[in-house]
C-alpha cells in the first residue's frame, strides 16, 4: 500500500506567476484534502475533493482552484501568485466514510 | 465557534520527562479530535486520536486524555525521547466545510538528552 505522494518537492516562482502542485491519494482513498502551512502555523484548509467534485472549501480566494481525477489524484492551481503564498502546501486523502487524514510530505513553495 | 487553542506553543523536556500538550476547542459537534507530528520540512502524520466517548486513548508511549465537560484534550509523552522532538498538532474536523481539519497553532517540543 503506497501512501499520498506530492509533486514536486521544492518550487521558486516569481509573483504573478501561476503554478500547479500534485497529489496522489492513497490506496483505496476517494476524497483529498488541500492545506497551505505558513511557516510556524498549523495547516489552514485550502479545500476538499470527492468524486471529482469540490466538496467544501475555505477561506481561500478563487485564484486557488483544483481538480481531481477518476483515479481520484488531484491538482492544486494558484494563479496570479503573491508573496504570502509562500508556504508549504500539504494533501490529505482519506475516505469520506472516516475522518481520518493522511498527508503527504508537502510541496514547500516559494515566491520571489 | 471553529477554533482549536493549543498549548504551549513550545516545550523543552529532558529525556525520559513527560511533556504534556494541552488543548481546547468550543463546538460540542466535533466528536474525533487526533493528534499529528510533524518533522522540520515533512507532512504531518498521525500519532494517535480520540472520541468523546472515552476519557483515556494510550498507543505505545502516547496518550490522550479526554474531559468532555471541559472541553479539553491533552497529549502525554510517557519517557520521551530526543526523537520525539518535533512539532505536535492537535485537530478537529468540521464537517459543515467537507470535512476540514481545524488544527490548533502547534507545540514545538524539544527533547534534551
Known amino acids: 500500500e503506497t501512501g499520498v505522494t506530492q509533486s514536486p518537492t521544492h518550487l521558486i516562482k516569481t509573483r504573478g506567476q501561476q503554478v500547479t502542485l500534485r497529489c496522489s491519494s492513497q490506496?483505496?482513498?476517494?476524497?483529498v484534502s488541500w492545506y497551505q502551512q505558513a511557516l510556524g502555523q498549523g495547516p489552514q484548509f485550502i479545500f476538499q475533493?470527492?468524486?471529482?467534485?469540490?466538496?467544501g472549501r475555505g477561506n481561500f480566494p478563487p485564484r486557488f482552484s483544483g481538480l481531481q481525477f477518476p483515479n481520484y489524484s488531484s491538482e492544486l492551481n494558484v494563479n496570479a501568485l503573491e508573496l504570502d503564498d509562500s508556504a508549504l502546501y500539504l494533501c490529505?486523502?482519506?475516505?469520506?466514510?472516516?475522518?481520518?487524514?493522511?498527508f503527504g510530505p508537502g510541496t514547500r513553495l516559494l515566491v520571489l | 465557534q471553529q477554533q482549536v487553542k493549543q498549548s504551549p506553543q513550545s516545550l523543552i523536556v529532558q529525556k525520559g520527562g513527560i511533556p504534556i500538550i494541552n488543548c481546547a476547542y468550543e463546538?460540542?459537534?466535533?466528536?474525533?479530535f487526533p493528534w499529528y507530528q510533524q518533522f522540520p520540512g515533512k507532512g504531518p502524520a498521525l500519532l494517535i486520536a480520540i472520541r468523546p466517548d472515552v476519557s483515556e486513548k494510550k498507543e505505545g508511549r502516547f496518550t490522550i486524555s479526554f474531559n468532555k465537560s471541559a472541553k479539553q484534550f491533552s497529549l502525554h509523552i510517557m519517557d520521551s525521547q530526543p526523537g520525539d522532538s518535533a512539532t505536535y498538532f492537535c485537530a478537529a474536523p468540521s464537517y459543515n466545510q467537507g470535512g476540514k481539519l481545524i488544527f490548533g497553532q502547534g507545540t514545538e517540543l524539544s527533547v534534551k538528552p
Open positions: 463546538n460540542t459537534a466535533f466528536d474525533y
Open positions: 490506496s483505496g482513498h476517494n476524497t
Open positions: 475533493y470527492y468524486r471529482e467534485e469540490e466538496n
Open positions: 490529505a486523502s482519506s475516505s469520506l466514510a472516516e475522518e481520518t487524514q493522511y
